[in-house]
């Protein structure tokens, strides 16, 4: 079972920041390492589990599919747990991932406990509301940061940690010394952006994927590619884009190229700080699509899911 320790708001690093004058992403990253080095992440231990169903929404699910990785587990979203319950008989429990613990957690949390499912629920939010529908043991809270809604970072990176264990020290360090002293000073001036990652780190991606869309929309082009994806028809038709390598690789697929160095036994976590810490600056050099936009999007996200969602979640 999960090896845990209780986080309120007491272990927040509350950045003076509101809708007027919101973080870019790589600031979140620093904040989010800040707050794991001083106080720590809970451990993460499911051995009890042989074959759970994973369950999460967008960056949940991925989360998910990071830290079980290396476990035969059945992972699902909002729109298929149900079919995965109904069509495979030796689930022997679920681990719920949820940040806030709210919208479709919810009816999840819900119908896990109306099955009978021994069920865990991974979140960030002390208050969350699925957590009516789950053993208290079984509630597991980690800490956050005060964030702009989606950025996500220290929530799920935090979940993370849990399981890989990697230092946050270290990675800021390497942040600060090897990563940020080399990012172009036009990173900004493309239309697209090419991702290479390790294969090995390759349930990473949709991460990156996600948090193009969530900044820019379709108004900037991304992709993100292992190096074994890279040898296959990715970029037959040429654009304006800059090929970032996040490691050393032998293959090249285009040009112009910007080398990110990675750390030695580099794991997810690491691995997204610094695309995160990347495409924050990246996110610095175009136009505030995100920050002129949020507000009015998460008004009509709280007609949506039928309560409100606030631009910047404390």
């Not at 620093?30 to 369950?55: C, H, M």
């Not at 021994?118 to 529908?133: G, H, I, S």
Request: charged share 25%.
């Amino acid at each position: 079972m999960a090896k845990f320790k209780s986080h309120d708001n007491k272990y927040f690093i509350m950045h003076d920041f509101d809708i007027n004058s919101i973080p870019d992403l790589d600031e979140v990253v620093v904040w989010a390492l800040e707050l794991f080095i001083q106080n720590g992440v809970s451990t993460l231990d499911f051995a009890r589990y042989k074959k759970p169903l994973v369950v999460g929404s967008g960056n949940a699910a991925v989360t998910g599919r990071i830290i079980f990785e290396e476990s035969d587990a059945i992972f699902a979203d909002e729109s298929n747990y149900k079919v995965k319950l109904d069509s495979i008989s030796d689930i022997d429990g679920a681990i719920l991932i949820s940040a806030s613990g709210s919208k479709h957690a919810i009816p999840i949390a819900q119908e896990l406990r109306n099955r009978g499912i021994d069920f865990v629920l991974l979140t960030n939010n002390a208050n969350a509301p699925a957590k009516e529908f789950v053993d208290e043991d079984k509630f597991i809270v980690f800490p956050r940061n005060k964030e702009p809604y989606t950025y996500n970072t220290s929530t799920y990176m935090s979940m993370i940690l849990g399981k890989t264990k990697e230092d946050p020290q270290t990675i800021l360090d390497f942040i600060n010394e090897h990563v940020k002293p080399i990012i172009p000073k036009d990173i900004g001036k493309y239309d697209g952006y090419y991702l290479m990652i390790p294969s090995r780190l390759e349930s990473t991606s949709e991460l990156f994927i996600t948090k193009f869309v969530e900044l820019f929309g379709r108004a900037v082009a991304r992709d993100v590619f292992t190096d074994e994806h890279s040898k296959h028809a990715t970029t037959v038709v040429p654009s304006n884009e800059l090929f970032i390598e996040f490691g050393d690789f032998d293959i090249h697929v285009g040009e112009p190229v910007f080398k990110v160095p990675l750390p030695d036994n580099c794991g997810p976590a690491t691995l997204m700080a610094i695309a995160y810490f990347v495409i924050g600056y990246i996110q610095k050099q175009k136009p505030p699509m995100f920050k002129d936009n949020i507000d009015s999007y998460t008004k009509k996200a709280s007609e949506l899911f039928g309560f409100e969602i606030k631009p910047i979640v404390d």
